[in-house]
């Protein structure tokens, strides 16, 4: 039940463009992406809704392919602020938790 | 607003003791959640809350027990603590299946 996220790791040079994707074998009802640093909570950043309603953060943005159920985050010119584990976690129709994915570590390099 | 908030920060237990995590928020939030993180295994949901007298299992529920009798306490029992149990527990809560707001999370080490 536990979505899976792909990339597990990627490395980057500040400015450069990064994807993280997150799929499950079950029927979606919404998606959650958070961003986590080490040592920190995990700290919300998108929700995308069944439906097509998306809200989210400024430069990151993200789709959901709700017939494959699948999302994708996207960081545009990465920053070095970007670097973090970042974890999808997948609501699934008629279910009222919230089950996270492994997470995909980025790192930023100047 | 203090958020969510979590105590103790830092814990360490023997094989067999037991003890209760608390969690606490002021955002009269209906849900409320327990998750474990161990390395590489990402955040694994222990329990679960929809409002007050309301609980039911994540993924990973054995060796824990829940209760909620207010809308701002929810907290996790370690009946009997164990190695495995060693890791960091974050609490979250959220207006419906919405942004989820995470505490500052609890490390916990059993000896």
């Known amino acids: 039940q536990q979505p899976v996220q792909s990339p597990q790791a990627v490395i980057l040079r500040e400015g450069e463009d990064a994807v993280i994707n997150c799929s499950s074998s079950?029927?979606?009802?919404?998606v959650h992406w958070y961003r986590q640093k080490h040592g920190e909570a995990p700290v919300f950043l998108m929700i995308?809704?069944?439906?097509?309603e998306q809200k989210g953060h400024e430069k990151i943005s993200a789709s959901f392919n709700e017939k494959k159920q699948q999302s994708s985050l996207y960081l545009t010119a990465s920053q070095l602020s970007y670097s973090g584990t970042y974890f999808c976690?997948?609501?699934?129709?008629?279910?009222?938790?919230?089950?996270f994915g492994q997470g995909t570590r980025l790192t930023i390099n100047p | 607003n203090a958020g969510v908030t979590q105590t103790p920060k830092f814990q360490v237990l023997k094989t067999g003791q037991s003890m209760t995590l608390q969690c606490a928020q002021d955002?009269?939030?209906?849900?409320m959640s327990w998750y474990r993180q161990d390395p590489g295994m990402g955040l694994r949901l222990i329990h679960y809350?929809?409002?007050?007298?309301?609980?039911d299992q994540g993924e990973v529920p054995n060796g824990y027990n829940v209760s909620r009798s207010t809308t701002e306490d929810f907290p996790l029992r370690l009946l009997s603590a164990a190695p495995s149990q060693t890791s960091v527990y974050f609490c979250?809560?959220?207006?419906?299946?919405?942004?989820?707001?995470f505490g500052p999370g609890t490390r916990l080490t059993v000896l």
């Open positions: 979250a809560s959220s207006y419906r299946r919405d942004t989820q707001y």
């Open positions: 079950k029927a979606l009802y919404s």
């Open positions: 995308l809704l069944k439906g097509g």
């Open positions: 976690g997948t609501g699934l129709q008629g279910a009222q938790k919230l089950v």
């Open positions: 955002m009269n939030h209906e849900y």
């Open positions: 809350s929809v409002g007050a007298g309301i609980t």
